[in-house]
């Protein structure tokens, strides 16, 4: 089955840890995104890639860093520079700009 | 910002009841998406109704689009207790854009 997969489902670290989230998609989609979501909020855009080895940066962007390496593959670091970076974060892609997209599951990240 | 806004942000309604939710919005749209989520899941795209569209109908889904009011609506007919989800509206504000501006969402509880 097609889809996008994001690992792990929950994830715990210590303040001042660096933390990778991945994200895999087999959808053949040239977009990923990357989205957090803290409780009663809409989802806020911190990285997105048109393709392969090019991303920009979106409204959130501080404290996170992204590489795109493989068309499937868009992982996500969560820094230590990140002031608050409890919350659930969700990797999207679309086949093309402004094309609806499709979401992994999530990841929701403590950190403690 | 040009994030959209659900309203009403809670809805309960019985089961066999329509559910009613409205998004505004706040400049002019290339199009206008519905997307649900599943508690603890990753958002599910529902409809897509482009701003040349004023209508479109998707099994028990109806999605409304003004754009003179810069408001859109989303109905579900004959509701059932799996409906149970929070809402989201993401507008799409030019062709070519990478950023969906997503909305608060609206907190659906569907009574069996």
């Known amino acids: 089955d097609g889809g996008i997969t994001q690992s792990p489902k929950y994830l715990f670290r210590k303040e001042g840890q660096n933390v990778t989230l991945s994200c895999e998609q087999n959808l053949n989609h040239d977009a990923m995104y990357w989205y957090r979501q803290d409780p009663g909020q809409g989802l806020r855009l911190i990285y997105y890639?048109?393709?392969?080895?090019?991303?920009q940066k979106g409204d959130i962007a501080e404290g996170y860093s992204v590489s795109r390496e493989k068309k499937e593959s868009f992982p996500l670091t969560v820094t230590s520079a990140q002031k608050n970076p409890t919350a659930f974060y969700l990797c999207?892609?679309?086949?093309?700009?402004?094309?609806?997209?499709?979401f992994g599951n999530g990841t929701r990240l403590t950190v403690t | 910002s040009q994030q959209g806004e659900e309203d009403p942000q809670a809805l309960s309604i019985q089961e066999g009841e329509n559910a009613t939710m409205n998004c505004s919005y706040k400049t002019s749209i290339n199009n206008l998406q519905w997307y649900r989520q599943n508690s603890g899941r990753g958002l599910v795209h529902l409809i897509l109704i482009r701003s040349n569209e004023r209508e479109k109908h998707s099994g028990r889904l109806r999605v409304t689009l003004d754009t003179s009011k810069k408001s859109s609506s989303l109905l579900i007919t004959a509701s059932r207790a799996a409906d149970t989800a929070s809402y989201f509206c993401?507008?799409?504000?030019?062709?070519?854009?990478?950023?969906?501006?997503f909305g608060t969402g609206t907190r659906l509880t569907v009574i069996p």
């Open positions: 999207a892609s679309s086949i093309v700009e402004s094309s609806p997209l499709h």
């Open positions: 993401a507008t799409d504000v030019s062709p070519g854009a990478n950023n969906l501006f």
């Open positions: 890639s048109q393709i392969v080895n090019d991303f």
